[in-house]
């Protein structure tokens, strides 16, 4: 059964970089032809889709955050990430990964505080 | 962006009930839509796909219909499990769009 595993720092002051990994165990990144996303979830905002990726390296973003966002994906290691620079408090959320598409298989979520 | 609406935001129901929620989008998306449970503190959990197709694993109780703009989901008959918030995705076209949730909660 594969499992998804969020990673990264908690907290971030407004300005800096966001870096979050997802780790994918129990089957290869490679195997079969998913694409893997980035959502997020804040009181404010509720669910939000960040973008996906696909392993050979396509991507497709939200326009609302298209200018601060970069997926990739690290085969070797089975990861994918996401970076989102230029942080605001209004990019404080719960942030998952996902398999899919629809995304069926999530991370269990990573909260990331944008505070000064 | 495609807009989902869902209604209602809340709902009361007892154990044994049949629940329906709405999800209605602001442009046709064919059958490109799925339906997810979440519990307070999990993540989503994927329970429809293709707006009408039953995701391995779970009860036949939920089921999914509509097409184009207008779709539902429904609890035949609620279980006390089955109370959390759910939530309607479009992928059928770039960004997708969450649903701003329906709560259910117990009578």
């Known amino acids: 059964q594969v499992q998804l595993q969020e990673s990264g720092p908690g907290l971030l002051k407004p300005s800096q970089t966001l870096s979050l990994t997802c780790t994918v165990s129990g089957e290869s990144i490679n195997s079969g032809h998913y694409s893997w996303s980035w959502i997020r979830q804040s009181a404010g905002k509720g669910l939000e889709w960040i973008g996906r990726?696909?392993?050979?390296?396509?991507?497709n973003y939200n326009p609302s955050l298209k200018s601060r966002v970069t997926m990739s994906v690290d085969t070797s290691k089975n990861q994918f990430s996401l970076k989102l620079t230029s942080v605001i408090a209004a990019d404080t959320a719960v942030y998952f990964c996902?398999?899919?598409?629809?995304?069926?298989?999530w991370g269990q979520g990573a909260l990331v505080t944008v505070s000064s | 962006a495609i807009q989902l609406t869902q209604s209602p935001s809340s709902l009361s129901a007892s154990v044994g009930d049949r629940v329906t929620i709405s999800c209605r989008a602001s442009?046709?998306?064919?059958?490109?839509l799925g339906w997810y449970q979440q519990k307070p503190g999990k993540a989503p959990k994927l329970l429809i796909f293709d707006a009408s197709s039953l995701q391995s694993g779970v009860p036949s109780r939920f089921s999914g219909s509509g097409s184009g703009t207008d779709f539902t989901l429904t609890i035949s008959t609620v279980q006390s499990e089955d109370f959390a918030t759910y939530y309607c995705l479009q992928d059928n076209n770039y960004p997708w769009t969450f649903g701003q949730g329906t709560k259910v909660e117990i009578k």
């Open positions: 990726i696909y392993t050979h390296g396509n991507t």
């Open positions: 442009q046709d998306i064919r059958n490109d």
């Open positions: 996902a398999r899919g598409s629809p995304p069926w298989f």
